[in-house]
């Protein structure tokens, strides 16, 4: 059920075919090889319900060889190589973090990023706290606040990408047109077949390329409108729970997208070290 795509109200054929004419074993297509037709039929779960249950599936819990449940697997990432962290612990069981490159490959590739559990645990739980407090003390200022930092510097690049995906579908219209041009001069006899093909061979280059580009401009922009609205369905989220005084996979999940973990930092006698919070949907506050 959790990997039928059905249940979102689409239809998937060809996930099976034959070896070949004279072998008739079945065997599984790859999944980019799937004829999806989406929106056939009403939808039984919603897009986003479907997300969070597949992101619970990443990050399903870990128990440890000494039985402890990890409730951070797969939500750490060292600040440096960009991996996650694993669970590790004492000879009394005190649980810590390091980083997986460090513990597989050595000090050369990575540092420990060494992050015992508890202290993970406690800060965790207070910026979770201080987030659900915000919302709930004044939902729409909390979310002008968060919009006004993820759009800090965006207004500008929005306009231009905006203007450069107008520029971009302008000269893809164009290139159409210069395609039958080019045929029209060939048919007429104005073209030689070899400089028809020069010319058609540099059109096609420059069409595939602003394809491809005003595909990638249209996707940031669209993800920029999506990272608007995400933070409206964050506060949805958050406004579900009362005040939370423990922390647990479920709130994990929902709320919380990644842990960037750095490493401790020795200065004047004092240790540091930065551990950033990314929530769903609305990045770090």
């Avoid at 750490?76 to 005190?94: E, M, Q, V």
Wanted: charged share 30%; net charge neutral.
């Amino acid at each position: 059920m959790l990997n039928n795509r059905t249940y979102l109200g689409h239809c998937v054929n060809g996930k099976r075919t034959v070896l070949s004419f004279k072998n008739k074993r079945v065997v599984r297509k790859a999944e980019d090889e799937w004829i999806v037709v989406e929106n056939v039929f009403p939808p039984l779960v919603t897009e986003q319900l479907w997300n969070d249950a597949h992101e619970r599936l990443k990050t399903r819990k870990h128990e440890s060889t000494t039985g402890f449940v990890n409730l951070f697997a797969g939500l750490l990432k060292c600040d440096h190589c960009g991996k996650g962290l694993g669970l590790s612990n004492t000879k009394d069981h005190s649980n810590y973090y390091v980083c997986n490159t460090y513990k597989k490959k050595g000090p050369t590739k990575c540092t420990s990023h060494y992050l015992p559990y508890d202290d993970l645990y406690g800060l965790v739980l207070t910026e979770v706290q201080r987030a659900l407090v915000a919302v709930k003390a004044n939902r729409e200022a909390f979310i002008q606040s968060v919009q006004a930092k993820l759009n800090a510097g965006d207004e500008s690049r929005r306009k231009a990408l905006e203007m450069e995906r107008d520029e971009l579908a302008a000269r893809v219209a164009d290139l159409s047109k210069k395609y039958r041009q080019l045929y029209d001069d060939r048919y007429k006899g104005i073209l030689s077949d070899r400089m028809f093909m020069e010319l058609f061979a540099e059109c096609e280059s420059e069409r595939i390329s602003a394809e491809e580009r005003l595909e990638a401009v249209q996707q940031t922009l669209t993800e920029q409108e999506e990272t608007r609205e995400g933070v409206e369905l964050f506060a949805d989220i958050a406004e579900q729970y009362d005040d939370i005084t423990e922390l647990d996979r479920e709130i994990l999940n929902r709320l919380i997208a990644k842990i960037v973990v750095g490493d401790r930092i020795r200065e004047n006698g004092r240790s540091t070290q930065k551990v950033t919070v990314y929530y769903n949907f609305i990045g770090n506050l």
